[in-house]
């Protein structure tokens, strides 16, 4: 079964910058769809990027679009997650995971997640 496992992640201040990197093992991700996800304290898990294999194009949400950006390196079976002008609100666990697709999303495989903490 394919594995993913996030890294990356750790303390930065407000307006700096972390790439979150998932790697896999057990599978292709070239072939997948991925995305990444966050979910914060008391709130529910917000999709943040989703990288579709059906039309090219990954998406963001307003919330994020602009500051993040992301990107696969098949040759290291990895995606990655650039994260620029970080706010305090971006705390949050950060999952990625390999979905079926962009729209209507069902997850196959979730990696285990990694914490960022902005703060000052």
């Known amino acids: 079964q394919l594995q993913l496992v996030e890294s990356g992640g750790g303390l930065v201040q407000p307006g700096g910058s972390l790439r979150l990197s998932c790697a896999a093992s057990g599978g292709t991700l070239q072939y997948y769809s991925m995305a990444w996800f966050r979910q914060a304290p008391g709130k529910e898990r917000e999709q943040i990027s989703c990288s579709s294999t059906i039309d090219g194009v990954t998406y963001y949400p307003d919330v994020v679009k602009g500051r993040f950006t992301f990107s696969r390196d098949n040759a290291k079976n990895t995606v990655y997650l650039q994260m620029d002008s970080l706010k305090l609100e971006d705390t949050a666990v950060y999952y990625c995971?390999?979905?079926?697709?962009?729209?209507?999303?069902?997850?196959?495989?979730w990696g285990q997640g990694t914490q960022v903490t902005v703060s000052s």
């Open positions: 995971a390999a979905v079926r697709a962009c729209i209507g999303t069902i997850v196959d495989f």
